[in-house]
């Protein structure tokens, strides 16, 4: 009974630091919050912090990694499927992850955001898709299609989180759908 405590507990802690400093990327870089105001901000004390993080870029990291594992599994399962209809499902089910955490990935993407991440994110994409493959098979103008579709998609996917959402995520996920077609 107290070790599921303890997990709930930690969890609801990692949960208010992270939104925290989501919240306050949203007026400031990241070099320019310090571990006080992070704190006040969450209303935790610094050892509180300290015992789940080592500083503000290891928190950020770890929002980062916890976004890049989800995305390695949703782009494995999306280059498996071969049926339009599975396809748009994936693609719609990506675009609904996006929309439900919004909060953080809108700053993960952002220009203000964790370029690290966001390069980690298209090499994930690259990688997984077979980029270097894809180069050797369709030569160098199949790659480039492909590097245009991607960072098409990459770069909608930026300004629907940066607008506030306004297109339902079936919408996104049909023009990113449509965009692809151009590989095909």
């Known amino acids: 009974m107290k070790e599921m405590k303890l997990d709930r507990k930690t969890r609801y802690t990692r949960m208010v630091l992270q939104d925290s400093l989501m919240e306050l990327m949203k007026d400031k870089p990241i070099n320019k919050i310090t571990i006080k105001e992070l704190c006040e901000h969450a209303d935790l004390n610094r050892t509180t912090f300290y015992a789940h993080y080592t500083d503000q870029y290891d928190l950020l ?3 980062g ?3 890049l594992a989800w995305a390695k599994e949703a782009v494995a399962i999306l280059i498996e499927k071969t049926d339009e209809r599975e396809t748009m499902k994936v693609l719609e089910s990506i675009c609904h992850y996006f929309a439900q955490n919004s909060k953080h990935l809108q700053i993960l ?8 991440f966001q390069k980690e994110l298209l090499t994930l994409i690259y990688q997984q898709c077979g ?8 030569g160098d103008r199949a790659e480039l299609y492909f590097r ?7 770069g909608l996917i930026q300004h629907w ?3 506030g959402l306004k297109q339902p995520p079936e919408e996104i996920a049909g023009i990113i759908y449509d965009m692809a077609a151009l590989l095909r």
């Open 148 to 154: 245009f579709v991607v960072m098409g998609s990459v």
């Open 109 to 116: 993407m952002s220009e203000q955001g964790d370029m690290d």
């Open 65 to 67: 990694d916890e976004a």
């Open 131 to 138: 980029i270097s493959t894809l180069a050797e098979n369709g």
């Open 161 to 163: 989180l940066k607008t």
């Open 61 to 63: 990291r770890k929002i």
